[in-house]
C-alpha cells in the first residue's frame, strides 16, 4: 500500500523559500518518476516538477531556476526546494507517484496523491 506525506508548507513572504519534503512508504522512490503538483482555487491541478527514476529533472517554465527538485536517500524523500517564492506560487502543493507514463506535467499520469501542503506567499 503506498503512501506519500506531504510536509513544510508555509506562509513567506515574497522574495523567501521554502523547502517541502514527500516521504514515500510502501513505495521505493527510485524506482519511478514523482512528481510536485499544485493547484490554486479556480485552477486546474498543473505540474511544477518532476524526477525520473534516472535522477533526470523537470520544471515548469515560471519555475525554472527558482526551484530544485531532488531525491534524499537517507530519508527516503523527495523535496522541492523553492526559492525567491511569488504570489503567484501561492497553491496547495501535492506529491504523485505511480506515473503511468506520457507527459510528466499531467496529473492524470500518476496514480498515487498525497493530502497537500498548502502554501502561501504574501
Known amino acids: 500500500h503506498v503512501q506519500l506525506v506531504e510536509s513544510g508548507g508555509g506562509s513567506v513572504q515574497a522574495g523567501g523559500s521554502l523547502r517541502l519534503s514527500c516521504a514515500a512508504s510502501?513505495?521505493?522512490?527510485?524506482?519511478?518518476?514523482v512528481g510536485w503538483f499544485r493547484q490554486a482555487p479556480g485552477n486546474d491541478r498543473e505540474g511544477v516538477a518532476s524526477?525520473?527514476?534516472?535522477?533526470?529533472?523537470r520544471y515548469l517554465d515560471s519555475v525554472q531556476g527558482r526551484f530544485t527538485i531532488g531525491i534524499d536517500n537517507a530519508k527516503k524523500t523527495v523535496y522541492l526546494q523553492m526559492n525567491s517564492l511569488k504570489p503567484e506560487d501561492t497553491a496547495m502543493h501535492y506529491c504523485a507517484s505511480k506515473y503511468t507514463g506520457g507527459s510528466w506535467y499531467r496529473a492524470a499520469n500518476f496514480d498515487v496523491w498525497g493530502q497537500g501542503t498548502q502554501v502561501t506567499v504574501s
Open positions: 510502501g513505495y521505493d522512490i527510485n524506482s519511478n518518476c
Open positions: 524526477v525520473g527514476g534516472d535522477d533526470s529533472a
